[in-house]
């Protein structure tokens, strides 16, 4: 992912943009509950370990959790592939989820090079690079989960990438509601600030040293329109031979 960039040329443009912007009616409600925080069922503030109810109906990736804290989990994804956005420059953690939103859910329903639908998987994925500035663009990349029937030859398509990851270490941690732009920065400051002093602590900094600011990634289980059971996670991504390090 590259270094975002500030523009509030960029920033007004975009909220005229979205302003008048319309979409396919179907899909209206998806975007309209996007912009809206609301409760679900409670989680405590340092919940770890909640199964994503969404996972029982619809696929979701493996993982070993490896250790729990006051405040997050540390978990183990082994080759998760995921199809990807294109990095989307963004004020809006809602804004850039929408559109990364709408560009997969065309590729599920078959706008891809084998003209194949795909089932939908948990959870959809935003990585976000974070801006300088309040006026920034931040830097946004949008992935779905490739089911299991799908991962020997995932269909292409354009404007949509394969990531493969190889053993990949996450930091989570889990809250509920509909998320929205002010939530995303408050629950991945409440994250680090758990794993502070931790042995986790020295390999996620140093994951994060190649880049300018800290990046991290949001994971959403639940389609749009369930209000109840909703889990949400931030993920602190870092590397295998860090984590090996910290031990």
């Not at 990349?141 to 404007?159: I, L, T």
């Not at 930091?171 to 994250?191: H, I, K, N, P, Y």
Request: charged share 20%; with cysteine.
């Amino acid at each position: 992912m590259t270094i975002p960039g500030c523009d509030f040329g960029h920033f007004y443009r975009n909220s005229m943009a979205m302003a008048t912007h319309s979409i396919l009616p179907y899909l209206f409600s998806f975007i309209f509950v996007l912009n809206f925080s609301s409760s679900g069922f409670s989680l405590p503030s340092s919940a770890v370990g909640v199964f994503p109810p969404t996972c029982k109906r619809i696929e979701c990736p493996a993982f070993d959790a490896i250790d729990k804290g006051d405040g997050y989990e540390i978990r183990r994804y082994n080759s998760t592939p995921w199809i990807s956005t294109s990095e989307i420059n963004e004020i809006s953690f809602v804004g850039a989820t929408r559109d990364g939103f709408l560009q997969l859910f065309n590729y599920i329903q078959g706008n891809n090079e084998y003209s194949v639908k795909i089932e939908m998987t948990g959870p959809v994925i935003t990585q976000i690079l974070p801006s300088d500035g309040p006026f920034c663009t931040s830097s946004f990349v949008v992935s779905f989960y490739v089911p299991k029937e799908n991962q020997a030859d995932p269909p292409p398509a354009k404007g949509l990438h394969l990531q493969r990851w190889d053993v990949k270490y996450a930091a989570v941690r889990q809250f509920t509601g509909f998320v929205s732009d002010s939530d995303v920065g408050v629950e991945a400051s409440a994250l680090y600030s758990s794993i502070a002093g931790s042995r986790w602590a020295s390999a996620i900094d140093k994951s994060r040293k190649a880049y300018s600011t800290s990046p991290y990634t949001v994971a959403q289980y639940n389609s749009p329109f369930e209000y109840t059971d909703r889990v949400n996670e931030i993920w602190i991504l870092f590397d295998e031979e860090d984590s090996s390090s910290s031990s």
